[in-house]
């Protein structure tokens, strides 16, 4: 019965082929990282998708951490990205004292509205963040294009987006950085928490690096390039434990299968929900032309916010754990004296409050898809839908 069903909103991604390696990895003679496994990650990375160089951190986090040293991030300069993100994208420059440039959303895909980009540009800004939202690329071309006219950076922020690409482009290949998630709740997990810094521009991989070791030239001296190491510049702890490379490598020997059992979840999902749309009760996600998305998230937008608070507690109450997203951060407390928001924000706000996240993770019953879509199909439906759309037309004058 539907009514008594249990669909978790996530699984973390386990294929089977973790254990060998990461008991391998346990056993050999390097557990602190950059071994074996760590350098076969990087090297599949940069074979698959043409980076410059790919370095393997604890987390996405770190990664964008890492970039903001690597650009040299002092008080005084401004960051550009969307509200709508995680608290990292900001957090990695404003732990440097960057100013934060919000901008808004377009309302189609929910990543930064390109045409609203140039407004946000002053002779303060360092560096352009998009984020592609749900494995859905940004206008990479018309942000690059700012980027070399205004002579800043453009990190990508594509921690939900391996394996997705734009105009044949992986994402995170395009900006001069861009950064991975390995999350529990990303498609592909390096036991729980990981990264990957994208390394596009090759003068930055030196130092890169360099501040990787904790600010020191280790990885030339475990490469033979000089006879010992030291301290050469500022760094951090940015390198994971080979147990985590390990548990991803498991995953990356079958990385497109993977891809490809995402994807056909998602277009069960936008088959079966598309009459829904078509009538005005919904909106669905939508993939531009020359954009080829990676099924990280599949959501539905409702037409008022209050219809989504009574279709959450619809499919609650029903044992699917669907859930809401960002808050936006222009409206977090943190985000008080440390940032500003060019513009109106009618999509990062409007649109993010009407936003749910379905279930979706590799290896999901399609049984327990089409329970999802039954629920939402009976909650359209049902009086009481009937009448929140009722009410949300306006009053009569």
């Known amino acids: ?26 056993h050999g003679r390097c557990l602190a990282g950059n071994g074996t496994y760590t350098r076969l990650c990087q090297e ?9 160089k790919a370095l393997m951190t604890p987390s996405c986090t770190h990664a964008l951490e ?18 709508y993100t995680f608290s990292s994208t900001a957090n990695a420059f404003a732990l440097r004292g960057a100013e934060i440039v919000f901008v808004d959303v ?8 390109e045409t609203l980009l140039e407004e946000g540009i002053s002779e303060k800004t360092k560096a352009i963040i998009p984020v592609h ?39 995170g290949s395009i900006g001069h950085m861009g950064s991975y998630s390995f999350h529990e709740t990303k498609n592909y997990t390096s036991g729980g928490e990981g990264g990957l810094l994208i390394i596009n521009d090759k003068s930055l991989i030196n130092r890169a690096e360099i501040i990787r070791e904790k600010g020191t030239n ?18 951090g702890s940015f390198l ?30 936008a088959q079966e929900l598309s009459a829904l749309e078509k009538e005005g009760r919904i909106c669905l996600p939508k993939v531009p032309l020359g954009c080829r998305h990676n099924a990280h998230i599949f959501y539905i937008k409702t037409v008022k916010q209050y219809e989504a608070v009574f279709l959450m507690d619809h499919l609650r109450s029903n044992g699917v754990s669907a859930v809401y997203h960002y808050v936006p951060l222009h409206t977090a407390p943190a985000s008080r004296g440390i940032s500003r928001f060019v513009g109106q924000h009618d ?40 009448e929140i759309l009722f009410d949300s037309l306006p009053a009569k004058q």
């Open 347 to 386: 999509h990062t706000t409007s649109e993010s409050d009407r936003l749910i996240r379905l279930p979706i993770w590799y290896g999901m019953d399609e049984d327990d898809v089409h329970c999802v879509v039954d629920l939402i199909r009976r909650f359209y439906e049902s009086k009481n839908a009937e």
């Open 1 to 26: 019965m539907v009514d008594s069903m249990k669909v978790e909103f996530n699984q973390p991604l386990y294929t089977g082929q973790e254990d060998a390696h990461v008991l391998s990895a346990m």
């Open 218 to 235: 280790r990885t030339q001296f475990l490469k033979g390039m000089v006879d010992k190491y030291s301290w050469c510049d500022i760094g």
């Open 240 to 269: 994971p434990s080979e147990i985590q490379a390990a548990y991803l490598w498991g995953q990356l020997e079958q990385a497109t299968v993977i891809n490809e059992g995402r994807r056909h979840i998602w277009s069960i999902y």
């Open 133 to 171: 939202y749900g494995g859905i690329s940004c206008e990479m071309d018309v942000i690059m294009n700012l980027a070399e006219k205004y002579g800043i950076y453009v990190i990508e922020d594509a921690a939900q987006g391996m394996m997705a690409s734009y105009k044949g482009k992986a994402l």
């Open 106 to 113: 377009r309302q189609d895909t929910m990543n930064m509205d």
């Open 66 to 83: 890492m970039a903001a040293l690597l650009i040299n991030v002092v008080p005084g300069d401004e960051i550009i990205m969307p509200s």
């Open 44 to 52: 599949w990375f940069e074979t698959k998708f043409g980076f410059n």
